[in-house]
């Protein structure tokens, strides 16, 4: 057998310590990976804390939203029917033809509803 050589008992009993596994090298192999998944895990669990925070925060910010855009939407609607009230007034205070005011007020909510913002889904 060329290349090989059977090592005696009394042999491997001289060989230094260095080549013989150490076991406390493995329990700090141990309990390192074990204090590494530890610090993982709370990562993890901070992390997911802090998601759930910010999706709190979110759903917060598209109520917000909404309302105010709902708020917008009211508001608009009370303007073109505060200006359809008052174009109505000047026209039976100057006495224009009812045929022309009533062109004009059909044309308002048509004007109003293309600058009105659009309602999006949140």
Do not use: K, W
Not at 75 to 96: K, P, S, W, Y
């Amino acid at each position: 057998m060329s290349g090989m050589r059977i090592i005696t008992v009394a042999e491997a009993a001289d060989t230094p310590a260095q080549l013989q596994p150490d076991p406390n090298q493995d329990i700090e192999l141990l309990l390192a990976s074990a204090n590494a998944i530890q610090r993982l895990i709370a990562e993890r669990n901070a992390l997911r804390s802090r998601v759930e925070i910010l999706e709190c925060e979110l759903t917060g910010l598209r109520q917000q939203s909404t309302l105010v855009h709902d708020s917008y939407r009211t508001l608009t609607t009370e303007f073109v029917t505060q200006f359809q009230l008052m174009d109505r007034a000047v026209n039976n205070l100057f006495g224009e033809p009812l045929e022309s005011a009533e062109a004009t007020t059909a044309e308002q909510p048509a004007q109003a509803a293309a600058f009105a913002p659009h309602h999006h889904a949140a």
